[in-house]
């Protein structure tokens, strides 16, 4: 029998005693062969193939087992299992016997029905097969009859249906060349009426036909661009075309130039572009000969100008002939009218502007001069660089440039389409020619257009002027075009046909003359020029109207079309000439920068106090950020690109500078003797405080207040900055906003202000000093009599309280809490480091002491809200004056956990020392062999008692005795210490009376 590792719970012994076990269910039995056969082991051979008869019986569904599971299968291993005992093998044999052969005929039963079924329906599938492939093949013949029947009807069709196609085709070639026919009578008939409207025998040509009949002849040459490589008439045709489209292209820039110039200059420069072309062309000679004799022929008549109408059809004709040469014509037309400012102005025809008649440098002036007649004569008279090319007389430019406007609309009246925007390009192109001016004034003093060199450009005074004037020129012609020819700007930011108007320095609206003067708006000549404009514009519009009431009978369609062509929107004309100087700013920047840096050394002796705001802060800061202010303001004014980025790096350079004007208005760090506080040096005095002080600051009486104010300025500053740094991003272009950032500038007087609570928290500390060394004087072992609070607390209380209430009443709440808790840090270090530099203390010093500390515990808890009690007090910031009368959680939680370290250490050398170890051991957590030292040298205790102790404590005896040896050492240091300080203030104490001495005598 096996014995089962899990006892059966009570439920499924109950199951187990209502199901009689397999052993006695043949049937039951028989079924669990398969999962018997998987888990068993293999037996013999014979067992097996035994075992698979069987199994295969049992199952009754005709299948062999898998070699594999008949050699897993052992039925005596089978038997065995469910028999335990031969005697049961035997009695439960007949009936498993029985069973098994049950199960096997039932199998021989399946099987022999299962093959009669399937030998009775062979038959029946053979015959539906045999079927099947004879419907297929008499489909297969149905459809090759239909197909084939499908060909000859199609055959007949077409037989009948051939004599028509071609009837068809006949028809359709016959319609084309029909029509064909027409075009080219059409297309022969509209090149000899062009080239009769152009002919130079008409006087004037008739353009207006022109136009159409060029727009006529390019539609009806696409038709025939087939034909142009295999008819010769064709090409013939076209070249012809081509050839009238070019001399009616010439003939209106020769008109043009006849208008504006007059006859004998419009030959000139007639004969100066036909030798360019000459010597350009290479081929096409009988061309060439044809044109020329063309042109020739209208020579006698080219004085004759023609009338503004015949010039307005001829701009049409232009449009007729393509994008590309309107825009040819354009470019021509520009650079005639520009040819004489080339001449005046150009700095290679004036090679003076450098030399020693440049203009005198003046003190320089930012602000934008809105023009005066009166006032421009003068100072044109007194100008001391007479050469037009000048900056000092860049305003000559300007003024030629309003002339030629005039004398071009006085040539040219209504001539250009609106859509042509034939002013605007002009103007621009004027711009661009004035900026390749400028930048040749600004060449090298050094290299080979040394000649150009304008001195000028050195003058901040010039230079500032001409940029003044050149954007005012440029914001007078985007007025100006705005409001005589709606030019539509695209400046990204106003809306579409959106007249923006021209603003100064100051924000005020400004009006052009006619002569180009800038007047305030609300000014009475202002409003006086305002009238007179819109008078006129009034008057343009009632003739607009009467012309085209006159002219709406014979009005052509195509004509009307051209004329009410839709706007286009244009660059802007703003930075054009203007950006000529960007590169070239830096005396501007240096002058900023300069005028800056004059503040500053004002500012490093200058301790005026501004009160006005919600902290008195230093004057300087105010007006160098009004300073900073106005200068972004005369910039921006100017320019709001790479001038201004340069002008924000001078912004970040005189920052810099200021932070460390004001740092050096903090006192000067103590060194050698007179850093020490009781006797201890600063590393002594600020150990375990974490506090960062490394140097000890004297803070005279009353001073305290001054650094006070310098932090106050370094808040202001810190916060003006970031204001700084929004403003400049609003103003500056795009491609430099992501480049402007401050936060450096904004950390330095964040530095300031840190440095200025450690100063104030050292100068505090410095002023316990005699206090401390009161302390440490005192024979703390030989006092036996509790008292009062010590003279040592009273001088504390005297030193500190005073100075807190004074820095509370300056500072903002947040650097006044720091404040404290540095200083309750650094004094309650000292404080402590004081009392374990101690030889011994007596049970009555530790009582005295554990007063003192209560007492100086409850001051610096006060400190946060202390008060000024005296009425004459000077008036606190808003952001003090409301307070709790509460000390912060944090802070009083600092201060308690500072203190407990000094009444821990004061109680435990006042506890016995029989029960030292223990009350250690529970009162000081984490104390370590070292501290537990410290009490036990400041009980006074001997050296063998305290290696004792230690070892008690569980230290090694070897250690303890170098501990205790180490610490003897250590007491002979700070005597060593204690008396050198003493001698090194006697010495101090001695010059000082000294030099008082010689003072008196001199």
Excluded at 485 to 506: H, I, M, Q, R, W
Excluded at 707 to 721: K, L
Excluded at 822 to 827: D, S
Aim: with cysteine; proline share 4%.
């Amino acid at each position: 029998m096996t014995t089962e590792l899990n006892q059966p719970t009570a439920k499924a012994k109950e199951k187990q005693s209502t199901k009689p076990p397999l052993s006695q269910d043949p049937e039951a039995l028989i079924d669990t062969i398969d999962s018997f056969r998987k888990s068993g082991a293999p037996g013999n051979h014979n067992a097996n193939t035994t075992s698979s008869s069987s199994n295969g019986n049992s199952n009754g569904n005709g299948n062999a087992p898998s070699a594999s599971s008949s050699t897993a299968f052992d039925p005596v291993d089978f038997l065995n299992h469910h028999y335990k005992t031969e005697a049961s093998l035997i009695t439960a044999l007949p009936s498993l016997r029985s069973t098994l052969d049950k199960r096997i005929t039932t199998l021989d039963e399946s099987i022999s029905s299962t093959i009669q079924k399937q030998s009775d329906l062979a038959d029946l599938t053979l015959s539906d097969v045999t079927r099947a492939k004879h419907a297929v093949k008499h489909l297969h013949e149905r459809v090759t009859t239909v197909q084939i029947k499908a060909n000859q009807s199609e055959q007949a069709v077409q037989e009948i249906t051939i004599e028509m196609k071609q009837l068809d085709f006949a028809k359709k070639h016959l319609s084309k060349t029909i029509t064909a026919l027409k075009r080219l009578h059409m297309l022969l008939h509209a090149v000899k009426q062009l080239r009769y409207a152009v002919r130079s025998s008409c006087n004037p040509p008739d353009y207006k036909n022109a136009a159409n009949l060029v727009d006529a002849v390019q539609l009806l040459l696409g038709h025939f661009e087939g034909y142009m490589d295999s008819v010769e008439k064709m090409r013939l045709v076209k070249q012809d075309v081509e050839r009238i489209r070019v001399n009616l292209n010439q003939g209106i820039i020769f008109a043009f130039r006849v208008a504006g110039f007059g006859g004998a200059k419009a030959l000139e420069k007639k004969k100066r572009d036909d030798e360019k072309r000459k010597k350009k062309a290479k081929k096409g000679k009988a061309v060439s000969h044809k044109m020329d004799q063309s042109e020739e022929d209208g020579e006698s008549k080219a004085a004759i100008p023609l009338p503004p109408a015949s010039l307005n059809d001829a701009c049409h004709v232009l449009d007729a002939l393509g994008m590309s040469k309107r825009k040819e014509f354009m470019k021509v037309f520009c650079a005639d009218h520009l040819e004489p400012y080339a001449q005046l102005f150009h700095p290679k025809n004036n090679t003076s502007s450098g030399g020693a008649n440049a203009a005198t440098p003046q003190k320089p002036s930012f602000k934008i001069i809105l023009s005066n007649e009166n006032k421009d004569e003068k100072e044109n008279s007194a100008l001391s660089n007479p050469n037009p090319a000048s900056l000092d007389q860049i305003e000559r430019r300007y003024a030629w440039y309003r002339r030629m406007l005039r004398e071009l609309d006085e040539a040219f009246p209504s001539v250009f389409p609106k859509y042509w925007n034939m002013e605007y390009h002009m103007t621009r192109a004027f711009l661009s020619e004035c900026a390749k001016h400028i930048l040749l004034l600004f060449s090298s003093k050094d290299g080979s257009m040394k000649a150009l060199h304008d001195r000028d450009c050195e003058n901040v005074s010039v230079l500032l002027k001409a940029l003044q004037k050149t954007m005012l020129f440029e914001k007078e012609m985007t007025a100006w075009l705005q409001r005589e020819y709606g030019t539509d700007f695209d400046d990204g930011l106003s809306g579409k046909n959106e007249k923006v108007p021209a603003v100064g320095e100051d924000g005020e609206v400004l009006e052009f003359g006619p002569s180009g003067k800038a007047v305030a708006a609300g000014s009475a000549e202002g409003i006086r020029i305002k009238y007179e404009r819109q008078m006129k514009d009034r008057k343009k519009r009632e003739d607009s109207m009467n012309q085209q009431q006159d002219g709406n009978e014979d009005l052509d369609m195509a004509h009307f079309n051209r004329v009410n062509d839709a706007p286009v929107v244009v660059p802007p004309l703003i930075g054009v000439a203007s950006s000529a100087f960007e590169k070239f700013m830096s005396p501007y920047i240096a002058l900023e920068e300069e005028n800056m840096d004059e503040q500053l050394k004002e500012a490093a002796s200058n301790s005026t106090v501004d009160s006005r705001g919600e902290l008195p802060v230093l004057t300087s800061s105010t007006n160098l950020f009004l300073y900073i202010k106005n200068s972004i303001t005369r910039c921006t004014t100017l320019t709001k690109g790479k001038t201004l980025f340069l002008l924000y790096r001078a912004f970040q350079r005189t920052l810099r500078k200021y932070a460390t004007v004001l740092a050096s208005k903090y006192p000067s760090a103590l060194y050698g003797p007179a850093a020490a506080i009781g006797g201890l040096s600063i590393a002594g005095l600020t150990a375990g405080s974490g506090s960062g002080i490394k140097d000890i600051y004297r803070i005279p009486k009353g001073d305290e207040t001054n650094i006070c104010y310098v932090i106050d300025t370094c808040e202001y500053c810190s916060e003006t900055v970031e204001a700084l740094q929004d403003l400049i991003v609003d103003k500056i272009e795009d491609k430099y906003k992501s480049k402007v950032d401050m936060s450096s500038e904004e950390e330095a007087f964040h530095d300031v202000t840190a440095k200025g609570i450690k100063v104030l928290v050292s100068g505090l500390v410095h002023r316990t000093d005699q206090a401390f060394k009161g302390m440490y004087n005192i024979n703390w072992s030989a006092l036996d009599v509790v008292g009062e609070e010590s003279a040592y607390v009273r001088s504390m209380h005297n030193e500190v309280q005073p100075f807190v209430v004074k820095v509370k009443s300056l500072l903002p709440n947040s650097y006044f809490r720091n404040f404290c808790d540095q200083f309750a840090m650094i004094f309650t270090n000292a404080f402590y480091n004081t009392i374990t530099r101690q030889k011994r203390i007596s049970e009555s010093g530790t009582q005295q002491l554990l007063l003192d500390v209560y007492n100086l515990k409850t001051l610096l808890l006060k400190l946060p809200v202390l008060e000024k009690v005296d009425a004459s007090s000077p008036s606190r910031s808003p952001s003090n004056q409301v307070g709790s009368s509460i000390a912060p959680a944090m802070y009083t939680k600092l201060v308690t956990k500072q203190f407990q370290r000094i009444e821990i250490l004061l109680k435990l050398v006042g506890t016995p020392a029989e029960l030292l170890i223990d009350v250690f051991k529970v009162q000081w957590q984490g104390g370590s062999a070292l501290d537990l030292q410290t009490v036990m040298t400041l009980k006074g205790m001997k050296r063998n008692d305290q290696a004792s102790m230690l070892e008690k404590f569980g230290v090694d005896p070897m250690t303890a005795i170098k501990n205790t040896a180490n610490i003897d050492i250590q007491s002979l240091h700070d005597k060593s210490s204690d008396v050198s300080a003493k001698i090194n203030s006697d010495l101090i104490q001695m010059r000082e009376k000294v030099e008082r001495f010689r003072g008196a005598f001199r």
